[in-house]
C-alpha cells in the first residue's frame, strides 16, 4: 500500500519553500513530484523595464547566496553586447570576488551538510570559518552579501596592497581548516556513515538528466564551464576540476572540498599576477539590437543569462536558467529508492537555491491534483473578477 | 578510520575565547569600501538627473520648487533605498555632489520617517575648460 507525504511549502527541514509530495511505500520513497513557484517573484518581467545599469543591482537580488555569479553572468553577457572590453586589472578584480564567493557558498553549504547529516560542530566550525572569507569580501567590496562590485565595463572598487597581503594571508588559514576537514571527512566514521551510499545518482543519469555542477561532478561527469569554455580570465590560470566518482552526498562532500582547495589557489594566482591600470571602461547607454547568451559556472553549476537587446537602454527579453533548475530532475532521480529520513539530506547535497529558480507560475488544483499554467491575461482576468467586489482592505493604500 | 577524530578540536574550543562581539556594547568598525545611507551636497549638485534616472530602487526623486529662481527639491526615500551606491557612480560632477555616509543602524519603526529632502538652488559650475588658473599659469612658467 502507498501514501502520499506532502513535504513543504513551509517545512522545518526546508530553508525556503518549495513543495516535495513523495510517494512512499513504508520506510521507501518510489516516486516524487515537485511543485516549484512559492517564491515567484516576476524578476524577468522587471527588468524589461529597467536601464541596463539598474538591472546589474536587480539581477544581483535574484539571490543572496550567488548574488556575484547573477551580477556577474549578466555584466558579461551585456558587454559582450556592448562590444566592451574590460581592463584586465578590472576582471582579475571581478573573478577574484566570484571565487571568494565561491569559497564562501562551500563553506555554508559544507555546515548545512553538516547539520542535515546531525554534526552540528562541524556546522559551527565551518560557518565560523566562513567569516574569514566574508570579512575579506567586505573589506575589498565595502558589504557582506551583496557586492555590487560589477559595473559594466569592469569593477567598481579597486584593490590596495594592504588588501592584497589580507586575503594571501586568509587563504593560508582557510587552506588550513579544510585540509583538517578533508582529514575529518575522511576519518570520521559516524559523518561517512551517515553519509555515504546516500541519494545515489548514477554517472548515464547524470548525462541523460542534464544535472550540472557538484552534483554532476561527484559522480564523476567533469564538466566545469570555467575548464571547458574558458570565459574571461579562466584561459590563464592554473586549476583542476574536482571530481568525485562514489555518485553520492559523500562524493558531493568531497567534490565541494577539493574545490575549496582549488579555489584558494585560484585566488592566489588572481592576487598575486594582478595587472596594474585601470578598473573600468566608459560604457554606453544603449546597446545595439543583438542577443547573447551568458554562461557561467556559479557555485552550484552552471549558470545562463539569455539577454536580447533591442537598440534602446533597457532589455528586451532577460531569461535566467540558475543552476538549481536544472538540478531538479536529478534530484528526483536521487530521492527515488531512498528513505523518508534521508530526503533533507539529499535534497540539501544539490545545494538547492530555491529563489532563483522560481520562474514560472503554474496553478494546481487541490481538489483534483488537476493542473495548469495560466497566462498572464488570464490571470489579470480572474484578479478582477475577484476583486470587483471585494471591500477595500483598510490602511491598504500604498502610502508614497 | 579512528573513532572521535574531531574530539580534539573540540577540546580545543573549550579555551578559546569567543568569536563574536557583544553587539549593542561593542560595534566592530566598517569598512573603507562601506556603502551607507545616500546623501547630497546642495553646493555641487548641477540637477543633471542621472542619479534619478540610474537608481534602481527609485528612490531618488528630484522636483522643480521655483522654476524662475531654478530652485529644486530632491527627496532620498531610504525605506526604498538598497544601498548600492550607484547614484555617487552616476554623478558627473568633481568633487562628487552624491555621497555615501557610514552609519548602518538605520532602521526605523515608520518608513515615512526616513525620507530626506532638500530644497536648494542649482548649483552653477564653471566648465573645465573655461578654467583660467592653471592656463594663465602655463606659459609664464
Redesign the interface.
Known sequence: MSFQVPIGPQHPALKEPISLRMTVEGEVITDVDIRLGYNHRGLEKLAEE??W??????VE?ICGICSHSHATCYVQGVEKLMELAPPRRGLYIRYLVSELERIHSHLLWLGVAGHEAGFD??FM?TW?DR?IVMDLL??????RV?Y?IN?LGGV??DLDEGQKAKILEGMVTLRKRSE?YF??GA???SFVGRIAGVGLLPKDKVVALCAVGPTARASGWARDVRKEDPYAVYGELDFEVATADTCDVLGRVVVRVKELLESYKLCEQMVRNLPAGDIAVKAPRKVKPGEVVSRYEAPRGENIHYIKANGTDKPERLKVRAPTLANYPATVEMLRKGFIADIPLIFAAIDPCICCAERAVTLVKAGSGEESVVRMSDLRRQAIARHQNAPVKRNAVW?? | ??????LP??LRHLFKKP?TVDYPFKKLEV?????GTPYLNTEMCIVCRACE?????EAIEIASVNEAEKRFRMVI?NDRC?????CV??CPTTPKAMHMDRLFEIADDD??KMKKDWIYVRAVLKPKAAAPAPQAAGPTA
Request: with cysteine; proline share 6%; glycine share 2%.
Open positions: 529597467k536601464n545599469i539598474q538591472n546589474i543591482y536587480l537580488r560542530s562541524f566550525y565560523r567569516e567586505e573589506m575589498i567590496s565595502g558589504n551583496h555590487a559595473t567598481r572598487r583538517y582529514h575529518i576519518n570520521e566514521p502610502p508614497l | 578510520m579512528k573513532i572521535a577524530a574531531f578540536e573540540l568569536a569598512p573603507k569600501d562601506f556603502r534616472r540610474d537608481c534602481p530602487a526615500h538598497v544601498h548600492c551606491a550607484q557612480d552616476s518608513r515615512h
